[in-house]
């Protein structure tokens, strides 16, 4: 066993609560940093289906990517879903902590994970990447190349293969050949037009609106959306590992859990 302490300094080192945004809500949200921790269960959401996972294997400390509040709440109604969520949790006694835009952000972090799932190379920050040098901070958002050029239809099979997601949606802004690439895991539709300036092929993301879509076009840019969970799932493998590397010898004292089970509220129908 190690304190929670323990994995929060290392989540810490991973994921520098720095980075966070400001209207994020990252760190530990339930439970203390001095209660023991034998198993520790890596998640993308705080859900009824983990929760009940962490119960069954005993896992003492939830490390999720989405935070379980994030904002002010006024009552803790047991009748409503967060409420029964933090009546479990503390039940069993088992502490949530969060690293959100942090870990978008950090190196090796969501944004790294998503970039070189889907082929890329060269992976540099969104922010300013003619810019990057060995002490850039990290930021949301990634840019990277394809080994070789290909169509933008293609192009979507291969992120639609490539990540835990049943369909892409795809938005041609043209007929030229993808090569420069870049991309925001989960909702980052904001980035579209960064993208184009920076002269980017095409754009990844989740959560497009239909406005979106015109707006890449229009600036030239094609857009896939391969959905929030389907950009974010694979962190969630990742960090289990990351983490594991990260405690070193510690890593003897406590077993780290993934949730595997979790799926994409959306399905499609065909």
Same mark, same amino acid.
């Given at each position: 066993?190690?304190?929670?302490? #323990?994995?929060?300094?290392?989540?810490?080192?991973?994921?520098? $609560? $720095?980075?966070?945004?400001?209207?994020?809500?990252?760190?530990?949200?339930?439970? %203390?940093?001095?209660?023991?921790?034998?198993?520790?269960?890596?998640?993308?959401?705080?859900?009824?289906?983990?929760?009940?996972?962490?119960?069954?294997?005993?896992?003492?400390?939830? +490390? %999720?990517?989405?935070?379980?509040?994030?904002?002010?709440?006024?009552?803790?109604? *047991?009748?409503?879903?967060?409420?029964?969520?933090?009546?479990?949790?503390?039940?069993?006694?088992?502490?949530?902590?969060?690293?959100?835009?942090?870990?978008? %952000?950090?190196? &090796? @972090?969501?944004?790294?994970?998503?970039?070189?799932?889907?082929?890329?190379?060269? +992976? #540099?920050?969104?922010?300013?990447?003619?810019?990057?040098? =060995?002490?850039?901070?990290?930021?949301?958002?990634?840019?990277?190349?394809?080994?070789?050029?290909?169509?933008?239809?293609?192009?979507?099979?291969?992120?639609?293969?490539?990540?835990?997601?049943?369909?892409?949606?795809?938005?041609?802004?043209?007929?030229?050949? #993808?090569?420069?690439?870049?991309?925001?895991?989960?909702?980052?539709?904001?980035?579209?037009?960064?993208?184009?300036?920076?002269?980017?092929?095409?754009? #990844? *993301?989740?959560?497009?609106?239909?406005?979106?879509?015109?707006?890449?076009?229009?600036? @030239?840019?094609?857009? +896939?959306?391969?959905?929030?969970?389907?950009?974010?799932?694979?962190?969630?493998?990742?960090?289990?590992?990351?983490?594991? $590397?990260?405690? &070193?010898?510690?890593?003897?004292?406590? =077993?780290?859990?993934?949730? *595997? &089970? %979790?799926?994409?509220?959306?399905?499609?129908?065909?």
């Amino acid at each position: 066993m190690v304190k929670c302490q #323990v994995l929060m300094d290392a989540m810490n080192r991973i994921a520098p $609560k $720095k980075l966070a945004e400001e209207w994020d809500n990252p760190g530990l949200l339930v439970g %203390s940093p001095q209660q023991e921790v034998e198993r520790v269960l890596v998640c993308l959401d705080v859900s009824d289906e983990v929760i009940e996972q962490a119960v069954r294997q005993e896992a003492r400390l939830i +490390i %999720s990517h989405h935070p379980l509040l994030f904002h002010a709440i006024k009552a803790v109604r *047991t009748d409503l879903p967060l409420g029964r969520r933090l009546e479990k949790l503390l039940k069993h006694d088992i502490a949530v902590f969060a690293a959100h835009t942090n870990l978008d %952000s950090a190196l &090796g @972090g969501v944004n790294d994970v998503l970039a070189e799932k889907i082929g890329l190379a060269d +992976i #540099v920050p969104l922010e300013a990447p003619e810019r990057v040098q =060995e002490d850039t901070p990290p930021a949301l958002g990634r840019m990277g190349t394809l080994p070789a050029p290909m169509t933008a239809r293609d192009f979507a099979e291969q992120i639609r293969r490539a990540l835990p997601t049943a369909a892409v949606r795809l938005t041609e802004a043209g007929t030229h050949l #993808v090569r420069k690439v870049a991309l925001c895991s989960g909702s980052g539709a904001e980035f579209i037009s960064k993208a184009a300036f920076l002269g980017a092929d095409a754009y #990844v *993301t989740g959560d497009v609106r239909y406005h979106d879509a015109q707006r890449a076009r229009e600036s @030239g840019v094609h857009l +896939i959306d391969a959905g929030h969970f389907g950009t974010e799932f694979p962190m969630v493998h990742a960090l289990k590992v990351r983490l594991e $590397k990260e405690l &070193g010898k510690q890593a003897d004292l406590v =077993e780290i859990l993934e949730d *595997t &089970g %979790s799926k994409d509220f959306f399905e499609v129908i065909c």
